[in-house]
């Protein structure tokens, strides 16, 4: 498995941006970002595919916006208009060739086999 390595978190007021950025991100993989807000489950936040189609959780969608720059090797999440409730510990995950897309959803995290340590998103009132 790869270590993927995440950064960009921080502690923002409500309305502000951050953006998030997780390395090594390969051209033919699918990934994903996941957040865990304390006591609650890690959830699943957007996708993004070799095709470059992506999908949002309801609660980001038109504000949080995922890509991927195959040259630099980087996934990035632009969070933007963040709200209180977007506090959460943000992981980045991979699955190498898309070979686990093929029979696990693209939004359960037993669909990614390599995952970040994570970066902690902070947003105050």
């Known amino acids: 498995q790869l270590q993927l390595v995440e950064s960009g978190g921080g502690s923002v007021q409500t309305g502000g941006s951050l953006r998030l950025a997780c390395s090594p991100a390969g051209d033919g993989d699918c990934m994903a970002w996941f957040r865990e807000a304390p006591r609650l489950e890690r959830e699943w936040v957007a996708t993004i595919e070799t095709d470059d189609y992506v999908r949002y959780i309801d609660a980001v969608k038109g504000r949080f916006t995922i890509s991927k720059d195959n040259n630099k090797h980087t996934l990035y999440l632009q969070m933007d208009r963040l709200k209180v409730e977007d506090t959460a510990m943000y992981y980045c995950?991979?699955?190498?060739?898309?070979?686990?897309?093929?029979?696990?959803?693209?939004?359960?995290?037993?669909?990614?086999?390599?995952w970040g340590q994570g970066t902690q998103v902070t947003v105050t009132s």
């Open positions: 995950a991979s699955d190498p060739g898309c070979v686990l897309a093929r029979v696990v959803d693209r939004t359960h995290r037993m669909g990614y086999s390599d």
